[in-house]
């Protein structure tokens, strides 16, 4: 398995916190060794409520937004798809959602 890091380093500080969070937690009750749940849930619970017909469709098939028409189409799954990124990229680097579990 192969995993690909990217990092821009800009101060020595920067690498400090690079190898921090490239090389392994050295105690299990330290939180960065703990699973961060928080992506997870909010990816998840996200996916549900975007989900083009069931809240609401933009754009509805005969109105600019129709709520619960439980329909969709192409044009639907893009702009619900653009939102979900925008909205899930907001709680997630913003905002910085996290929940820990252990």
């Known amino acids: 398995m192969i995993i690909i890091y990217s990092f ?17 937690a050295s105690s299990s009750s330290s ?12 990816a998840v619970v996200l996916f549900v409520l975007l989900s083009p017909g069931l809240l609401f469709q933009l754009p509805g098939h005969n109105r600019v937004v ?11 799954v893009i702009v619900h798809a653009v939102i979900f990124f925008g909205i899930l990229t907001l709680f997630l680097i913003t905002i910085g959602v996290h929940v820990y579990a252990g």
């Open 31 to 42: 939180p960065a060794a703990m699973a961060d749940w928080g992506p997870v849930l909010v």
């Open 66 to 76: 129709e709520f619960g028409s439980m329909r969709t189409s192409g044009a639907a």
């Open 8 to 24: 821009r380093l800009s101060s020595p500080i920067d690498l400090i916190k690079i190898t921090r969070f490239l090389l392994p």
